[in-house]
C-alpha cells in the first residue's frame, strides 16, 4: 500500500533497542495497525497490533502517535533471531494493506 | 494446532499450463486470504473469502486468475494458462473475525518457464 511507509532498510547492534517507525497518513478511525516480520523464506508472522493506545506483548510494543498517523514498532533488545523484513499494515473491515516493509540488520 | 497449510511447496511449470494452489486455513477460522509476493511488487492481496464467500477479488490480476472456497477448510487458486510472469511465492492467510490477525502459511514458491 504505498500510503504506508516505512524505511527500507535499518540497522542494529545486538543487545540494543530498535525503533522501526511507519507512516500511514490516511488510516481511517476503524482501522487497525498491524505489524508483521517476514524471516527468510517464511510466511509472515504477527507480531503485535493496536488501535489508539500503545500496546506491549512478549515480542515487542508498539507505540501509536496520537493522530494515529504513524507509529512505532520497539522491540527492547535486539537479537540476531530478530534478523527480518518488518511490515506495518493498516487493516480494514475486509482487508490488510501491507506497507513496503523495513529490513532489520542485527549486527553481533 | 498445525498453522496455515498450503501446497505444494514448491511448483515449477511450463508457460501454457494450469497451475493449481492449495491451502486449508485454520480450524474455526471463518476469512481466508490469497497473497501473491514478489520483489518488485512486495506483497499483494490477491482475494478474500469470508464465511466461504468472495467479497473482494479486486487484486486478482486478470481472468487467467480464479479462486474458489467450497467449503471452511480449504480453498484453491487456480492459474490458467500460466505465464513466466506469474512467478511468485504466493500466500494464503486465515484469521477469525475479531482483531483482523492473521496467520500465514508457508507458501508456494511457483516458477513458470
Known amino acids: 500500500d504505498a500510503k504506508t511507509t516505512q524505511p527500507n532498510s535499518m540497522e542494529s547492534n545486538e543487545e540494543e533497542p530498535v525503533h522501526l517507525p511507519c507512516n500511514h497518513s490516511?488510516?481511517?478511525?476503524?482501522?487497525?495497525i498491524h505489524w508483521y516480520r517476514q524471516l527468510p523464506s517464511q510466511g509472515p508472522e504477527y507480531v503485535i497490533h493496536?488501535?489508539?493506545s500503545n500496546v506491549n506483548n512478549r515480542m515487542a510494543s508498539l507505540a501509536i502517535a496520537e493522530d494515529r498517523k504513524s507509529s512505532t514498532l520497539i522491540l527492547h533488545r535486539a537479537t540476531l533471531r530478530d534478523a527480518a523484513v518488518y511490515y506495518c499494515s493498516r487493516t480494514g473491515a475486509n482487508n490488510l494493506f501491507f506497507g513496503t516493509g523495513t529490513r532489520l540488520t542485527v549486527i553481533p | 494446532d498445525a498453522g496455515v497449510i498450503q501446497s505444494p511447496r514448491h511448483e515449477v511449470t511450463e508457460m501454457g499450463q494450469e497451475v493449481t494452489l492449495r491451502c486449508k486455513p485454520i480450524?474455526?477460522?471463518?476469512?481466508l486470504f490469497w497473497y501473491r509476493q514478489t520483489m518488485m511488487r512486495g506483497l499483494e492481496l490477491l482475494i478474500y473469502f469470508n464465511n466461504n464467500v468472495p467479497i473482494d477479488d479486486s487484486g486478482m490480476p486478470e481472468d487467467r486468475f480464479s479462486a474458489k472456497m467450497p467449503n471452511a477448510s480449504f480453498s484453491t487458486l487456480k492459474i490458467q494458462p500460466s505465464e513466466p510472469r506469474d512467478s511468485a511465492v504466493y500466500f494464503c492467510?486465515?484469521?477469525?473475525?475479531?482483531?483482523?490477525?492473521?496467520?500465514f502459511g508457508p507458501g508456494t514458491r511457483l516458477l513458470v518457464l
Open positions: 493496536g488501535l489508539t
Open positions: 480450524s474455526g477460522h471463518n476469512s
Open positions: 492467510a486465515s484469521r477469525t473475525s475479531g482483531s483482523g490477525v492473521q496467520y
Open positions: 490516511t488510516i481511517s478511525g476503524t482501522d487497525y
